[in-house]
T-cell receptor, first 117, second 119 residues
Framework: AQKITQTQPGMFVQEKEAVTLDCTYD???????LFWYKQPSSGEMIFLIY??????QNATEGRYSLNFQKARKSANLVISASQLGDSAMYFC??????????????FGKGTKLSVKP | DTGVSQDPRHKITKRGQNVTFRCDPI?????LYWYRQTLGQGPEFLTY????????KSRLLSDRFSAERPKGSFSTLEIQRTEQGDSAMYLC?????????????????FGSGTRLTVV
């Protein structure tokens, strides 16, 4: 069965500093995608970054980078130069792609990030 | 296209009443997903459609829940005889799924959700 584990219920970071949010995953499918989403208090899910299981390089999107360690089955999100607007819930998610069919997205329980001024 | 729309944004209902939510996906997307998110938790998968066919249902989708996607466009999620445990945010998402995986078609777009409160 596929599973996403986020072990940090809450994290604090000082404004302008970098922070790493942990995510480990479990799947037996060889082809999968890993996602990070941000959910502010308003509720919408905002896509941040994607990493495919066969991608050789770590994904980066502006201040977001994904530290993908396939052997350890981890996909940590690194946010550089934190801003007050980064305060939100962050969810790691995964889908699988096997046999020509894409599965659905499964989520971890999330990490609440608070950025301190 | 303005993205995925969900209606209503908020719904308060009395226990035992039926409620129906609507989701309008991005028009060119062929997949539509429903998720439920309770306070402090991540979204949990309920069901998804590819075009008009309902391809998978979670065990979370009890007999009181039914989802439809007539003509492969908008979708409705109905909850019959609501219970207090049904109180949650119901999220809809859509995606474009093809034969191969590419940057263009890996993305899921979420709506803003419908927050249901059963009193």
């Amino acid at each position: 069965a596929q599973k996403i584990t986020q072990t940090q219920p809450g994290m604090f970071v000082q404004e302008k500093e970098a922070v790493t949010l942990d995510c480990t995953y479990d799947t037996s499918d060889p082809s999968y995608g890993l996602f990070w989403y941000k959910q502010p208090s308003s509720g919408e899910m905002i896509f941040l970054i994607y990493q495919g299981s066969y991608d050789q390089q770590n994904a980066t999107e502006g201040r977001y980078s994904l530290n993908f360690q396939k052997a350890r089955k981890s996909a940590n999100l690194v946010i550089s130069a934190s801003q007050l607007g980064d305060s939100a819930m962050y969810f790691c998610a995964m889908d699988t792609y096997y046999g020509g069919s894409q599965g659905n997205l499964i989520f971890g329980k999330g990490t609440k990030l608070s950025v301190k001024p | 296209d303005t993205g995925v729309s969900q209606d209503p944004r908020h719904k308060i209902t009395k226990r035992g009443q039926n409620v129906t939510f609507r989701c309008d996906p991005i028009s060119e997307h062929n997949r539509l997903y429903w998720y439920r998110q309770t306070l402090g938790q991540g979204p949990e998968f309920l069901t998804y459609f590819q075009n008009e066919a309902q391809l998978e249902k979670s065990r979370l989708l009890s007999d009181r829940f039914s989802a439809e996607r007539p003509k492969g466009s908008f979708s409705t999620l109905e909850i019959q005889r609501t219970e207090q445990g049904d109180s949650a945010m119901y999220l809809c998402a859509s995606s474009l799924v093809g034969q191969s995986r590419s940057v263009a078609n890996y993305g899921y777009t979420f709506g803003s959700g419908t927050r249901l409160t059963v009193v």
